[in-house]
């Protein structure tokens, strides 16, 4: 019984893994400032469901992703970049989330921007 249902648990990973392509995003993200936002970066995204791999690069300020086609898509990546403080895609940084950031991970001109 433990070998029919182990040989049934092996085949359906299997057939999980020819289903599903791997697909490509970068994401642009202008407002990275260092190596602690490439981190937090690197973090939120990689632990996203559908997330194969993830290169932040600095300093070219993109985000590229390897992802399962049909679990994720370059909007929620986007959202979830977004969401930790940072511009992603022409979104503009969730702003609790980029006050909360450390003054180094944040865009210069603002410590002495008037808003
Ligand atoms: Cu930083």
Known sequence: MR????GFLVATTAWACEATEAKQATIDTPTLQCAHCQTTVQRVVENLDGVRAVSVDLKAK??????????TG???LAAAIVAAGY???GVA???TAYAALPECCRVP???HAHH
């Open 62 to 71: 993109q985000v590229r992703v390897s992802y399962n086609d049909g679990a």
């Open 109 to 111: 001109t603002d410590a």
């Open 74 to 76: 370059p909007e929620a």
């Open 3 to 6: 070998r029919i249902l182990w």
């Open 93 to 95: 940084a969730d702003s």
């Open 87 to 89: 511009d992603a895609n």
